[in-house]
């Protein structure tokens, strides 16, 4: 090769690496951990305005048919009542299917040797879920139901229809929190808060009450009618804000 077109192709190999060295030395924006970084929840408690029922029944028979023949008219009859109480089919909902075995162990005096286990019947559980969306009339359903054969009540939990507005209002104190906690760190360590280079909205539990336990309520009809006190929930939104330094 002559030392023309070797000087040629060195050449080119120097003008081609020339930007990638210069985009190396050039400082990049700042990385989203780098900086002061902040992670604040704003929240804020309202009054709920909806209530969720769970409730259901179980049957037991000898056979997994019996077992079942028994519980689905017992749970018409509860989709009948929440009918009669004025809820919407789109407020009430299948929320549990159950077919189980029941088992019994034979007794050690029976035979010196262990034995299986031994299917002694079948149990039948049916479940639905059914919005409220006047809490006053939570206390009712829930009776209306127990006469109607529930004699399963999994819990009640307490909710929002819409909860933008209580939202924004604990977004807005998750950003005040996030600002005044970078201040505080910047001035206890002797630098400036510097613009914001990032945002990020974490997602938050939902805005629903833990649920009351009902098991209470598995008794008959006729007894004192089931009062109902939601209290408030609380609406949380959580901010990750990272800020630059300045000295």
Same mark, same amino acid.
């Given at each position: 090769? +002559?030392?023309?077109?070797?000087?040629? /192709?060195?050449?080119?190999?120097?003008?081609?690496?020339?930007?990638?060295?210069?985009?190396?030395?050039?400082?990049?924006?700042?990385?989203?951990?780098?900086?002061? &970084?902040?992670?604040?929840?704003?929240?804020?408690?309202?009054?709920?305005?909806?209530?969720?029922?769970?409730?259901?029944?179980? %049957?037991?028979?000898?056979?997994?048919?019996?077992?079942? %023949? !028994?519980?689905?008219?017992?749970?018409?009859?509860?989709?009948?009542?929440?009918? +009669? =109480?004025?809820?919407?089919?789109?407020?009430? %909902?299948?929320?549990?299917?159950?077919?189980?075995?029941?088992?019994?162990?034979?007794?050690?005096? +029976?035979?010196?040797?262990?034995?299986?286990?031994? /299917?002694?019947?079948?149990?039948?559980?049916?479940?639905?879920?059914?919005? &409220?969306?006047?809490?006053? !009339? =939570?206390?009712?359903?829930?009776?209306?139901?127990?006469?109607?054969?529930?004699?399963?009540?999994?819990?009640?939990?307490?909710?929002?229809?819409?909860?933008?507005?209580?939202?924004?209002?604990?977004?807005? !104190?998750?950003?005040?929190?996030?600002?005044?906690?970078?201040? /505080?760190?910047?001035?206890?360590?002797? $630098?400036?808060?510097?613009?914001?280079? +990032? /945002? $990020?909205?974490?997602?938050?539990?939902?805005?629903?009450?833990?649920?009351?336990?009902?098991?209470?309520?598995?008794?008959?009809?006729?007894?004192?009618?089931?009062?109902?006190?939601?209290?408030?929930?609380?609406?949380?939104?959580?901010?990750?804000?990272?800020?630059?330094?300045?000295?």
């Amino acid at each position: 090769m +002559s030392k023309t077109k070797k000087a040629l /192709i060195i050449a080119a190999l120097a003008a081609l690496s020339a930007p990638v060295q210069a985009q190396a030395q050039t400082p990049g924006p700042l990385a989203p951990a780098e900086g002061i &970084v902040i992670q604040t929840t704003g929240e804020v408690r309202v009054k709920p305005d909806l209530a969720t029922v769970q409730a259901g029944v179980v %049957s037991e028979g000898k056979t997994a048919a019996e077992a079942l %023949s !028994k519980n689905t008219p017992a749970l018409a009859k509860l989709i009948e009542a929440v009918k +009669s =109480a004025g809820v919407t089919l789109g407020d009430l %909902s299948t929320s549990q299917i159950a077919l189980t075995p029941r088992m019994t162990q034979p007794s050690a005096s +029976s035979s010196p040797q262990a034995r299986a286990p031994k /299917i002694d019947g079948y149990e039948a559980r049916t479940g639905i879920t059914v919005i &409220v969306r006047d809490i006053a !009339k =939570a206390g009712p359903l829930i009776d209306a139901l127990v006469a109607a054969g529930a004699n399963d009540m999994s819990g009640i939990s307490f909710g929002l229809a819409d909860e933008d507005k209580a939202k924004d209002q604990a977004r807005d !104190k998750a950003a005040e929190a996030a600002r005044t906690r970078a201040e /505080i760190y910047a001035k206890r360590l002797g $630098v400036k808060v510097g613009e914001l280079v +990032s /945002i $990020v909205e974490a997602e938050a539990e939902p805005p629903v009450r833990p649920m009351g336990d009902t098991r209470a309520y598995r008794m008959a009809a006729g007894a004192a009618p089931v009062q109902v006190e939601p209290g408030e929930v609380t609406v949380s939104a959580a901010l990750r804000t990272v800020w630059r330094i300045e000295k």
